[in-house]
């Protein structure tokens, strides 16, 4: 593809970089950590330097084309990782560089075409490089998972754009994991907090308080009695106060 071309210069530098002897593969990552979990539209391609498909030379990192190989549009070469499609899943390492312009528009994975094919549930043809009984597609939407980052550029994060540059840069701050919840694992429960016993002081006070107030009701009613008896009209407040107090 043309941007896979021009790059093609810088790319063999940075292969070397990454080293020669260095096995490409592709990993499905399931007992590995999981450092990134996103979602994306993901494409297809196969360069194998026949120019075919419009490509002039060998995938970025310098790995022949295989299955298993993508390209990013931003991630360190030769991170690795899977994808998930209507539950299938499928490793990937980014051995490229792409998709360029469709990256703009929110295709930020291009999967080699085997791969894609299995995903499907079509077939690669040798002979137009392309995907067969698949209904003709040749977007679909993914799940992906990033189980190691490549030492080299690229940002180490959620993709980006091609057009950002953010293949070149070098990043020494990758994503922050995502914290995993097992499936089946529930939030401990919150126990209620034990009842405090009452010391025994505090319980012989409340009862003598007790006793204060039956006694007060009890002069209340000794006060009343007396006002219907002497009259409520010649009984003075500082009287009542004083039968009250008894």
Do not use: C
Request: charged share 20%.
């Amino acid at each position: 593809m043309s941007v896979r071309s021009a790059m093609l210069t810088a790319a063999v530098v940075g292969a070397i970089s990454i080293g020669a002897g260095t096995a490409a593969h592709a990993d499905s990552g399931s007992d590995k950590k999981v450092l990134l979990k996103g979602k994306t539209t993901a494409s297809y391609f196969w360069d194998d330097s026949s120019g075919r498909a419009g490509d002039t030379g060998l995938p970025a990192s310098g790995k022949p084309m295989q299955k298993g190989l993508a390209a990013s549009p931003s991630w360190p070469l030769m991170t690795e990782g899977y994808v998930v499609y209507k539950g299938k899943k499928m490793p990937f390492f980014v051995g490229d560089r792409g998709p360029g312009v469709p990256s703009s528009s929110g295709v930020m994975l291009d999967l080699d075409a085997k791969t894609f094919a299995a995903l499907t549930g079509g077939r690669f043809n040798s002979s137009t490089l392309g995907v067969d009984g698949n209904g003709g597609a040749g977007h679909i939407k993914i799940d992906y998972v990033i189980t190691k980052w490549g030492s080299g550029p690229g940002k180490k994060n959620y993709p980006q754009p091609f057009s950002t540059g953010a293949y070149a840069v070098v990043d020494h701050n990758p994503a922050k994991p995502p914290k995993i919840v097992a499936e089946g694992d529930k939030p401990a429960a919150v126990k209620p907090a034990p009842a405090k016993a009452v010391p025994v002081a505090a319980k012989k006070a409340d009862k003598a308080e007790e006793k204060v107030v039956e006694s007060n009701a009890i002069g209340g009613a000794a006060a009343a009695v007396a006002l219907a008896m002497f009259g409520g009209s010649t009984v003075g407040r500082d009287r009542i106060r004083k039968l009250v107090r008894r």
